[in-house]
């Protein structure tokens, strides 16, 4: 399986960590350990489509989010994390007076 990193272009699958379901970016909010342990604990085996996190351990360093097919393991798209268009990131704000 190869993974294009929107960094680095195409490479193989093994030069990159994969961490798990897109899932673990959105986290429920407050203390209700239920929920807590359902979401680090709880997760559909999904066959299809999915959204994973992979990090690029060996390039770049970057987390990324791969969507793919779990049957066919072909890599249908690519998208950095770090640009806030995916899960937890995407509700953060930039506190006042950061750069």
Request: include cysteine; aromatic fraction near 10%; charged fraction near 25%.
């Amino acid at each position: 399986m190869r993974i294009t990193c929107p960094l680095c272009g195409p490479r193989d699958r093994r030069e990159f960590y994969y961490y798990g379901s897109e899932d673990y970016l959105m986290r429920p909010a407050g203390e209700d350990f239920d929920a807590i342990d359902a979401h680090l604990h709880l997760r559909d085996n999904v066959a299809g489509v999915a959204r994973d996190l992979w990090y690029h351990e060996m390039g770049c360093a970057a987390w990324l989010s791969v969507t793919r097919n779990t049957v066919t393991h072909e890599v249908l798209g690519v998208a950095l994390v770090a640009d806030g268009g995916v899960g937890i990131l995407a509700k953060m704000k930039p506190e006042e007076g950061a750069l």
